[in-house]
């Protein structure tokens, strides 16, 4: 270590770091809870976790845009054919009584 080699060290890759999105679920937000509750008893009757029926992120972003047709829910992140087909009219109707 005397200036008489060269001393090479290799840095590993770490894995990527997952990103923050900055978004907390909503506090208080009625049609957001309702929104969540109806997600967790179509999960129960269908035996499968709440989030394979909705994210967190596409149930704020309903809570949030308040969709009316089932166009309009078609928009929203997370809301493809099988599950407009499968849940839209029921979470359009939870949303409409908010």
Known sequence: ????AKVEIALVPQGR???KRGEANPVGDPLFEALRVLRRALAEEAGVP???IF???TLR???AMRPTTRQQLSQITGIGSRKLDAY???FLETIRQY
């Not at 270590?1 to 008489?4: A, V």
């Open 50 to 52: 709440p989030y394979v």
């Open 88 to 90: 839209g009219d029921t």
């Open 17 to 19: 770091k997952r990103a």
């Open 61 to 63: 972003e309903m809570a």
């Open 1 to 4: 270590m005397r200036g008489e």
């Open 55 to 57: 994210h967190d992120a």
